[in-house]
């Protein structure tokens, strides 16, 4: 089984910052695609940032005030909030997709989500 555990959300004002991290563990042999969603209460869930080998993507709304990166050696990716805005209110949500051995086909797990509020 594989286990994402998030954490460093919370409430900041606008225009603070805030880096949130998402840990993987378990029975991991490798880790393909990691990434952040959002969902805001009404919302449905939207792709934040996402990292692969060589790659990233952003949605539009956080490019340029949002930095994704990844430190494979722990199997932990992070996300780097700045200029944040109450419309980045949401709680984020880690996804990843790892392979748990070298025969089986990449599986798809969601960590349990972390809040992260914006006052105006």
């Known amino acids: 089984q594989v286990q994402l555990v998030e954490s460093g959300g919370g409430l900041v004002r606008a225009g603070g910052s805030l880096r949130l991290s998402c840990s993987a563990s378990g029975s991991i042999f490798a880790i393909n695609a990691m990434g952040w969603y959002r969902q805001a209460p009404g919302k449905q869930r939207e792709l934040v940032a996402s990292?692969?080998?060589?790659?990233?993507n952003y949605a539009d709304s956080v490019k340029g005030r949002f930095t994704i990166s990844r430190d494979n050696a722990k199997n932990t990716v992070y996300l780097q909030m700045i200029s944040l805005k109450p419309e980045d209110t949401a709680v984020y949500y880690c996804?990843?997709?790892?392979?748990?051995?070298?025969?089986?086909?990449?599986?798809?797990?969601w960590g349990q989500g972390t809040q992260v509020t914006v006052s105006s």
């Open positions: 990292t692969t080998t060589g790659d990233t």
């Open positions: 996804n990843a997709d790892v392979q748990r051995s070298r025969y089986r086909m990449p599986e798809n797990y």
